[in-house]
């Protein structure tokens, strides 16, 4: 549970009460006479990779925050293994991200015509809350190309992933890369 306000005086209430993140990303800015007013954080918006800050990793990692207030981490590794976090987040203070994990999916992933395919192996309902300070800030990358930054206050290592993380210009997609991938054995909900 969250257990701060922007203002530190209490918890924003609908986290607390409904036990849910405020819808689309929002930032609990205000209470007064009973009413919540969110701001959402556009910023975090779209994909962030840490694959331009490490290319040469074994491993990467992807953060997506869509504007529905839904979102994934995607993680792969030269081994064909992969990994979807699915998850719904919100800015609830000014600098601090709440991340409430709900499914995880498992498998391989391959090339197949120049184009990546993945095969879910396993999926799993996931119930985890990780909350984290963020800053958005200019940076480069290793070869001192200028990025957006996206930094973390410390890993998500539940999850296999680091901490810094570079904006994706124009993705293909914001859709978890799993989410149409065939099933092995009894057909699976997404």
Avoid: Q
């Avoid at 701060?4 to 007064?32: D, H, M, N, Q, S």
């Amino acid at each position: 549970m969250i257990d701060r306000y922007p203002t530190g005086t209490a918890a924003c209430p609908l986290w607390k009460v409904a036990g849910v993140i405020p819808p689309y990303g929002a930032v609990c800015t205000e209470r007064a006479a009973g009413t919540i007013s969110y701001v959402m954080d556009e910023r975090l918006i779209g994909l962030w990779s840490d694959r331009k800050l490490f290319p040469s990793d074994v491993e990467s990692a992807e953060l997506a925050f869509r504007g529905d207030g839904s979102g994934w981490l995607y993680w792969s590794s030269w081994s064909t293994e992969f990994t979807v976090s699915r998850y719904t987040w919100a800015a609830f203070t000014p600098g601090g991200l709440a991340l409430k994990f709900h499914r995880t999916v498992n498998g391989t992933w391959s090339i197949d015509d120049g184009n990546t395919r993945h095969e879910v192996e396993s999926e799993e309902k996931e119930e985890s809350v990780i909350e984290v300070g963020y800053e958005i800030a200019p940076g480069e990358d290793p070869f001192g190309t200028p990025v957006t930054l996206l930094s973390l206050d410390r890993p998500l290592d539940d999850h296999l992933a680091g901490s810094r993380f570079a904006w994706v210009d124009k993705p293909d997609s914001l859709n978890d890369p799993s989410v149409d991938a065939p099933r092995r054995g009894p057909s699976s909900p997404h």
